[in-house]
């Protein structure tokens, strides 16, 4: 099973800043099957990115996402007030994994 | 729109069984795979099972093997997921999530439901 290493585990940031999210895996992991959601408190998770660069429906181009391999990075250009939240990368090899999640708080 | 709905959830206890359901709307359910995805009181998502389309094709993680059942009544446009043998550690919101397919293949999970709260506990 692959692993999913998520860090940091908290990034405090202040609106308007950039946040750079990484998602490191035990193993290379094809980039289709890569995918970002974001979560907030009491909320069901949302899908920001699915084939590790490719934003889902109506999702904001401050968003993006890059990498391959082992190491995939979730980029937020300019916090807004709504983007602080857990950060979950997710990726398939036969069966499906979480990371455990990267807090974004306000500083 | 989109929406999924979950519901079925309580307490129950330790040994006991629980059906959890789905109901679907706003897309084609009959075309669409399905899954089931957890969350632990303040802990990190899991992936419990999925279901093909049409329903012949099942998959769980094996935390959950040989104790839990997914299925689907396309008629219905609903998912279920009875859950048997019930332990402490399956305390979790169960979500219900439409799987996203891109060129045949699952990508992602695009429609997520509210979720509904099991508590395994005596």
């Known amino acids: 099973e692959i692993v999913l290493t998520q860090s940091p585990g908290t990034l405090s940031l202040s609106p308007g800043e950039r946040a750079t999210l990484s998602c490191r895996a035990s193993q290379s992991v094809s980039s289709t099957y890569l995918a970002w959601y974001q979560q907030k408190p009491g909320q069901a998770p949302r899908l920001l990115i699915y084939g590790a660069s490719t934003r889902a429906t109506g999702i904001p181009d401050r968003f993006s996402g890059s990498g391959s391999g082992t190491d995939f990075t979730l980029t937020i250009s300019r916090l807004e007030p709504e983007d602080f939240a857990v950060y979950y990368c997710?990726?398939?090899?036969?069966?499906?994994?979480f990371g455990q999640g990267t807090k974004v708080e306000i500083k | 729109e989109v929406q999924v709905v979950e519901s079925g959830g309580g307490l129950v206890q330790p040994g006991g069984s629980l059906r959890l359901s789905c109901e679907a709307s706003g897309f084609t359910f009959s075309s669409n795979a399905m899954s089931w995805v957890r969350q632990a009181p303040g802990k990190g998502l899991e992936w419990v099972s999925a279901?093909?389309?049409?329903?012949?094709?099942?998959y769980y993680a094996d935390s959950v093997k040989g104790r839990f059942t997914i299925s689907r009544d396309n008629s219905q446009n609903t998912l279920y997921l009875q859950m048997n043998s019930l332990r402490a550690e399956d305390t979790a919101v169960y979500y219900c999530a439409k799987e996203l397919r891109i060129a045949g293949t699952t990508v992602a999970f695009d429609y997520w439901g509210q979720g509904t709260l099991v508590t395994v506990s005596s």
């Open positions: 997710q990726q398939y090899d036969g069966s499906w994994t």
């Open positions: 279901i093909s389309s049409s329903g012949d094709h099942t």
